[in-house]
């Protein structure tokens, strides 16, 4: 059948987390569909909220509003507004998943899942896995304790501090060079460490994917969603969606 042919279910996008990737999202979502017409492409419904309370100040700091009901929330009006499945293109907010799915009768596309999944098919049994990622991801053993559930182990750059700084000057001034230099060597320094497969598990590093070291190889989670938006909307299997001109399977 043509890609054409099939009907799209609506996606909604837990999105503002932050802003630059949620349109990053998009834009990956539209590239990676071979459409001829507006009617081929993806119906995403998107609550863009960058005022959901900071997920750096709740699980890292010990301060301020918890994140979760408001993503909840978010979630309920998504699924009032029509959308048959959810996907959040935040790493760190994935801590918040069960309270999300809770909340409604659809489901959540896993970001976590969905990149461990990929690890299984591309990584060497028991090489250690790069994370690049919010401080608030080691903290909360989010990837750890996936990546335990297949025996194997994910180890972190040293410079914590300097990768919280280049998320922080990547929501307030976009790409600028001093985040590239940081992400760039905490690459370098987990391929040190002997982490030839680095996950960007923040969507801010998603937008300067290109500074990690070429001499590793890379899984990005915000592609791993794209695809899993793609194939639950279409009905197609979808996959490969690090390539641009990707074709359906």
């Not at 499945?85 to 009768?105: E, G, K, S, Y």
């Not at 999944?117 to 996936?146: C, N, Q, V, W, Y």
């Not at 990690?212 to 890379?218: A, D, L, N, R």
Request: glycine share 6%; charged share 25%; hydrophobic share 45%.
């Amino acid at each position: 059948m043509a890609w054409g042919a099939r009907m799209t279910r609506p996606v909604g996008i837990l999105g503002g987390m932050g802003p630059a990737a949620t349109v990053l999202l998009m834009r990956k979502v539209i590239a990676a569909v071979p459409g001829r017409d507006d009617a081929d492409h993806i119906p995403l419904l998107v609550d863009q909220n960058p005022q959901v309370p900071s997920r750096i100040a709740w699980l890292i700091e010990g301060r301020g509003e918890d994140p979760g009901p408001v993503l909840a929330r978010m979630a309920q009006r998504l699924e009032a507004m029509g959308a048959e499945a959810l996907a959040m293109p935040c790493n760190t907010a994935h801590h918040f998943v069960a309270q999300i799915r809770n909340a409604v009768d659809i489901p959540l596309l896993d970001m976590v899942d969905l990149t461990i999944a990929r690890i299984r098919e591309r990584a060497d049994a028991g090489s250690p896995i790069g994370i690049l990622a919010s401080p608030a991801i080691r903290k909360t053993a989010l990837f750890d304790k996936a990546l335990a559930a297949i025996e194997m182990r994910a180890i972190y750059p040293e410079d914590q501090d300097g990768l919280l700084d280049a998320i922080r000057r990547i929501k307030s001034a976009g790409r600028v060079e001093p985040a590239r230099a940081a992400l760039a060597e905490a690459s370098a320094d987990l391929r040190r460490r002997g982490a030839k497969t680095q996950l960007i598990a923040c969507t801010e590093f998603s937008t300067i994917a290109e500074a990690v070291t070429e001499t590793v190889q890379t899984i990005d989670t915000l592609d791993r969603l794209v695809e899993a938006i793609i194939s639950f909307s279409t009905g197609h299997t979808f996959r490969n969606v690090d390539a641009e001109a990707a074709e359906p399977a």
